[in-house]
């Protein structure tokens, strides 16, 4: 069974900076793509980040820029560096595989205040 489990969020200031980490159990990173998500209050959850088996990356284009998804085949680990963290970032943080969705983790909070 695949799972997902989101690390590395927190409450910091605006401009400040944040990596969240998925660690992947019950298969590799091999030949995955994995997504980073997110949710915040009273919204649906939407897409922000991908990186493809191949290397490929897209973001959405309100973290574009600003943040880099990378991955640790070694660790079976990807991560999401985001930087100069605005407000309206601030969401519940999930990732999972972007073609084929397994069960939801329970994520990562993410605050950023003004």
């Known amino acids: 069974q695949v799972q997902f489990v989101e690390s590395g969020g927190g409450l910091v200031q605006a401009g400040e900076s944040l990596r969240l980490s998925c660690a992947i159990s019950g298969s590799t990173l091999s030949g995955r793509t994995i997504g980073w998500y997110r949710q915040a209050p009273g919204k649906q959850r939407e897409w922000v980040a991908r990186?493809?088996?191949?290397?490929?990356?897209h973001y959405v284009d309100s973290v574009k820029g600003r943040s880099t998804i990378s991955r640790d085949n070694n660790k079976n680990t990807v991560y999401l560096q985001m930087n100069s963290l605005k407000p309206e970032d601030t969401a519940v943080y999930y990732c999972?595989?972007?073609?084929?969705?397994?069960?939801w983790g329970q994520g990562t909070q993410v605050t950023v205040s003004s």
């Open positions: 999972n595989d972007y073609f084929i969705t397994y069960n």
């Open positions: 990186l493809h088996y191949n290397g490929d990356t």
